[in-house]
């Protein structure tokens, strides 16, 4: 069964689904009031993340576990988790952010 990634206006939605009218059907489903903007038939059947996209190539540190520290530290204080992840790891302002948010969506 092919994997397809679905973008649309407020989600990006990967599922595998029998052809594209089975995968707009999972967005309907889903989120009904969500408009696709985007359905592309992935050439293989998995998915994987960069963490380069997402800034997190440094190697030294596990920015999960400091990420996830600090979101714990915060109490899920989103501002204050960056304040302290800067601090902790001295990443900039956008790496920092990036960090925080993605923890944030895995559910610290």
Request: proline fraction near 4%; glycine fraction near 6%.
């Amino acid at each position: 069964m092919p994997l397809f990634e679905i973008e649309t206006d407020a989600h990006i939605i990967i599922t595998w689904a029998e052809d594209e009218d089975a995968a707009q059907g999972v967005v309907s489903d889903a989120y009904p009031s969500d408009e696709v903007v985007r359905m592309t038939k992935r050439p293989r059947d998995t998915w994987v993340i960069s963490k380069g996209a997402l800034g997190l190539t440094n190697t030294t540190l596990d920015p999960c576990t400091v990420a996830r520290d600090c979101l714990s530290r915060s109490a899920g204080d989103k501002v204050n988790a960056i304040r302290l992840y800067r601090m902790e790891t001295g990443s900039d302002l956008e790496h920092a952010r990036k960090a925080i948010e993605s923890n944030m969506v895995m559910g610290w």
